[in-house]
Each structure stands twice: as structure tokens, then as C-alpha cells.
């Protein structure tokens, strides 16, 4: 149990609590409040079906306490029975103090309230809502399907189709994903808060100026028992002479332009840098990737790599591998980018149009005052995180592209959640990305969960893959587009899936079920064994699955 603290004015808690079938559960109560750091004595009646608490009110909260017996399977909290009860009084104070606006953010904000905490988040650069639902993901994938309409009334797979163009109004397409922004961010971030009775929202830039205080531009001090670093990440901008002056774009830039560029050289051959190249160049832009390494995707194996490139370049996409920036600078109506090569040549590159980086991205670390804070950072920049997404200063919390975990906004808003059930007490069950289900919005698209075989065979695992190229898929054949793959990765000592990778037509909409079954340790034999729908893209699982021991090639339809 937490020792008595001398220097603050010590508060009583009297509760009344429900659930409670003998006097063990009233000393399991009095176990797990002690646990509580702040908390000086517990001591729950069963037959009187109270509990009263000593807590120190500068470490810990009623909200806090009320919260950790709410957040057992049958104990609950009836409600503050009269009593020398300390008020806390200052409304700068809180229970916890959210520092961002995005996916984390808010589904802390919602599990907080939901524990009866009060929370504060603060706010700054992006609009409520974050990356994704400004200048990511919605925008991106509504400009992707617009682009994929555009691409499809051109390019009909089938032959007794005659395709007659089509015009594209690309103001209006800015317009309406403008909409579709304004409708989402009211809808599933504004309003939602709006009935949280323990959230407080506000502008500004957090700076820390003790570890328990933050200061938000002039305003507060707000102090809190616990923080959750919730600030995201933005577009690395490479260190490049003349860069700045002669302009670039961004995503967050290049999406709310109204006039479609003539052309666009895209400096970064990552997943964003993929996406915006297939969208704008079915929309009607000349396009240009420039990339450092020699593939583009180079986190993927090179099998991926190539399918997709091969895809890109069919379209008329532009691949130039093994290219480095050096210095970029205006001439004229262009933008002229100095260009050094694989082989140690240099070449001069001329963009009229616009210039996009999308190099990968930084964390919001900077301003945030982590160094009086106390906070640890990674090399690269990240807040180091546990499995808990616990920070090395044990009132601090990180969620979100801010910490060193995957950069997803599904993983952003599943970590959020889990910083306050590990803050405040409730059993969490810590983040846990070995199955982890991802896709990129390519055409094909490219989607993967758990380990490929480059990343087993790093893990010591024995491993072995089958792939089954779409030409053996029936689904694949009737829609006349067989670009790209499946391939499962086994562990042969044991038969069991540890990862998949797809490249496909709408392929991300089977990575959940390779997720599912990896979590679950299923086996590549199951796999082959289970019944797929005829016709579906799925049933390439089941061929893939074959292929680890028979030539599917040789096998009929529906076939075992």
C-alpha cells in the first residue's frame, strides 16, 4: 500500500459499492485499491456495502478510484456517500491531460470518459480529428476511388466494351472531398465528443513546464494526474539545398488544389508516395517517381516490389530508381531538380508542373517541452513506448505515429484506449502487432498481416511460401484482371501461417482473415481443408494454401 505523504492535505473517499458477495470480495477490493499509487487506506465492508478511501489528491482522484472498482467484471460503484469529502476545485486540473486531436486522442478521450475520468485535449496544427480524416486517409482513398472510376470508364477489361473517355471536373472532385472532410469530422470527432459530460476541448500548443504541467500559449497553467502524448506525425522534409525556396507540395497541400497539375514529379517511393502517383495519374497528370534506393516499397520483399512497379509502368508511370536529389532550384517557368546516380553521374531533371514530397513522415516531438517532461526518445525521433504504451516517466503515456509503434490510424486509436485502461488501472491487455492486418490503396493493392520470409528467417523461424499467381484464381479469370499474387508464409515445423502478402484487385479485403488465422495459429493444412465460395478472390487462400504441397496448375475448379 502506497505510504502516507507528508507535504499534501490527505481526502476521504466514501463510496457505496455493489456486487460484493462476502467479505473476501470486500478485501479484494481493499487489494486492488491499495495497488493505486496515491492511495493511503482502504477499507471496504460487505455487509455494510461501503467502501472508504484515504488518497492523496495531487497523485491520485476520485475519478481515478471510482474508475478502478468500475472496471472489475462485477464490482461497481453505487455511488458518493456523504462525508468529509475533499473538492478539487480548480477547473485546470484533471484527471488527464491529452495532448493531440486525432484517432488516439479521441478514442482516449471516449474511454476516459467512460471510466468517469475528466479529461482535457488540447489541440494544435491540424484540425480536431488528426491526419486521417484531414489530409490522410479519407481524403486520400476518396481521391483514389474518383481516380479508379476515371481509370475503369477508359479501360474496360472486356473486349465487347468500347470505352467513350471520360470528362473530369477536378474542382468539383476537390470540392466534394472537401464535403465528405467537413461531413466525417463533424460526425464521427465533433459530435461524438460533444456528449463526453468529462471531456474539455481546446486550441493550442502544449509546451510542458514541469512534468505534471503543461501550459497551453499563454493560457493555464493545467496540471493532471496522468498525460497521453497524442501529436502525431507530418511529412519528413529531406535537408536539401534550395528545396525550400524553389516550393514543394505535400499531401497535405496537393489535396486541396482545385486545378489538376499538368505534371508531377513525386520525390519517395513509399505507400503515400505510391497512392498519389496511381490517383493522379488516372485523373489525368504526367507522372514521375524519384527514389534514393533501388525499388520502390523497399520495406516489402522484392517480388512485391516488382509486381507493382511492373503495374505502374504499364499505366505510364514513370520509375526512376536509384536517384538522389542534391540540390533544387527555379529556372524559368520549371523546377529544376540536380540529380546524382546510382553510378555516380549527375543529371538535371525539369518539372514544370509541381513538385510533391513524400519521403515518410517525422513525429510531433518538437516545442512539447518532453525535455522537462522528462520524456525519452528513440533515434529517430519517436517517444519510446511499452506494451502498455507507457513512456519512462510512469505518469506519461504516448499513442499514435507520435510513439515507436506501427502508423496506422486503427493502431492509433487501439493504443489510445489501452494508455488509459493501463493509466488508471483498469486490466488492459497490452498492444500486441504480430498479426498485424495492413494495406496500401494501390491498383492492385497491397496488403499484408504478420511476417514475410525475409522477417522470419531474421526471427530464426524455418520458413517456406507458396505463392499462386491471380491467372489460377476463377474469380480473377471472369473479371478478366489477373494482376498479382498470394503468397502465405508457414512455419514448416509446425504448419502453422505466420504471414501473408497480397497483391491484388481489392486484395486488403482479404488480410483480416489471414490476420484472424494467424493470431489464432492456424494451420496452412486447415487452410487448404476449409470451403471457400465459388467464385470469390478468397479461394485464392485455399490455392495458395495447396500450392505448399501440390501444383495447382493441375487441379480443377473447386477443386481439394
Not at 514 to 538: Q, W
Request: glycine share 10%.
Amino acid at each position: 500500500m502506497s505510504k502516507p505523504t507528508t507535504t499534501n492535505e490527505a481526502q476521504q473517499l466514501n463510496l457505496s459499492v455493489t456486487g460484493m458477495t462476502c467479505d473476501d470480495c470486500a478485501t479484494g477490493i481493499d487489494k486492488l485499491l491499495s495497488k493505486i499509487p496515491g492511495v493511503e487506506s482502504a477499507k471496504t465492508s460487505h455487509s455494510a456495502a461501503t467502501c472508504a478511501c484515504t488518497f492523496d489528491p495531487e497523485v491520485t482522484s476520485k475519478e481515478a478510484i471510482i474508475a478502478t472498482i468500475n472496471a472489475t467484471p462485477k464490482y461497481r460503484v453505487g455511488g458518493e456517500l456523504p462525508g468529509e469529502i475533499g473538492n478539487r476545485g480548480d477547473a485546470r486540473r484533471y484527471d488527464l491531460v491529452i495532448i493531440g486531436g486525432g484517432s488516439a486522442a479521441f478514442s482516449a478521450a471516449i474511454t476516459a470518459d467512460g471510466m468517469g475520468l475528466s479529461t482535457l485535449m488540447i489541440n494544435s496544427g491540424l484540425p480536431f480529428g488528426g491526419t486521417c480524416v484531414n489530409v490522410g486517409c479519407v481524403p486520400s482513398k476518396n481521391l483514389i476511388r474518383a481516380a479508379e472510376a476515371a481509370h475503369h470508364a477508359r479501360h474496360p477489361n472486356f473486349t465487347g466494351i468500347q470505352p467513350r473517355g471520360v470528362d473530369i471536373d477536378m474542382a468539383q472532385v476537390i470540392r466534394d472531398k472537401r464535403s465528405l472532410v467537413a461531413y466525417l469530422q463533424q460526425q464521427k470527432y465533433m459530435d461524438v465528443v460533444k456528449d463526453l459530460q468529462g471531456v474539455t476541448l481546446l486550441e493550442g500548443r502544449a509546451t510542458f513546464i514541469d512534468p505534471k504541467t503543461v501550459r497551453v500559449e499563454g493560457k493555464g497553467p493545467f496540471t493532471g494526474l496522468k498525460f497521453l502524448i497524442a501529436t502525431g506525425a507530418t511529412t519528413r522534409i529531406p535537408d536539401i539545398e534550395g528545396l525550400a525556396e524553389s516550393g514543394y507540395l505535400t499531401n497535405e497541400t496537393l489535396f486541396d488544389r482545385e486545378e489538376l497539375p499538368a505534371s508531377i514529379t513525386i520525390m519517395g517511393a513509399g505507400y503515400i508516395g505510391l497512392e498519389i502517383a496511381m490517383a493522379y495519374n488516372r485523373l489525368g497528370s504526367k507522372v514521375r517517381i524519384l527514389e534514393f534506393t533501388d525499388r520502390v516499397i523497399r520495406t516489402q520483399t522484392p517480388d512485391i516490389s516488382a509486381e507493382i512497379e511492373k503495374h505502374m509502368r504499364n499505366e505510364g508511370i514513370e520509375i526512376l530508381p536509384n536517384v538522389r536529389i542534391t540540390k533544387v532550384e527555379k529556372r524559368g517557368a520549371g523546377t529544376v531538380l540536380h540529380c546524382k546516380c546510382a553510378d555516380g553521374s549527375h543529371t538535371e531533371l525539369v518539372e514544370r508542373g509541381v513538385l510533391l514530397v513524400a519521403t515518410g513522415i517525422v513525429p510531433n516531438t518538437t516545442g512539447l517541452g518532453l525535455d522537462v517532461a522528462g520524456v525519452e526518445l528513440t533515434k529517430s525521433g519517436h517517444i519510446a513506448v511499452t506494451e502498455l504504451m507507457a513512456t519512462n516517466v510512469p505518469h506519461i503515456f504516448a499513442a499514435g505515429d507520435v510513439a515507436n509503434t506501427p502508423a496506422f490510424v486503427y493502431t492509433a486509436a487501439h493504443e489510445g484506449k489501452t494508455a488509459v485502461q493501463a493509466a488508471f488501472g483498469a486490466p488492459p491487455r497490452g498492444v500486441d502487432y504480430s498479426a498485424l492486418p495492413w494495406v496500401m490503396f494501390t491498383d492492385p493493392q497491397i496488403a499484408g498481416a504478420g511476417m514475410d520470409e525475409v522477417q522470419a528467417a531474421a526471427a530464426d523461424i524455418e520458413a517456406g511460401t507458396s505463392t499462386i499467381e491471380l491467372k489460377h484464381v476463377a474469380r480473377s479469370i471472369a473479371a478478366n484482371d489477373m494482376r498479382g499474387f498470394i503468397k502465405l508464409v508457414r512455419d514448416t515445423k509446425n504448419d502453422r501461417l505466420i504471414g501473408a502478402r497480397i497483391i491484388a484487385p481489392e486484395g486488403g479485403e482479404l488480410v483480416q482473415m489471414l490476420s484472424l488465422a494467424i493470431k489464432h495459429e492456424v494451420t496452412v493444412t486447415e487452410l487448404a481443408d476449409d470451403l471457400y465460395p465459388y467464385l470469390t478472390l478468397s479461394e485464392g487462400i485455399k490455392l495458395a494454401a495447396i500450392g505448399f504441397t501440390r501444383d495447382v496448375s493441375k487441379l480443377s475448379c473447386c477443386a481439394s
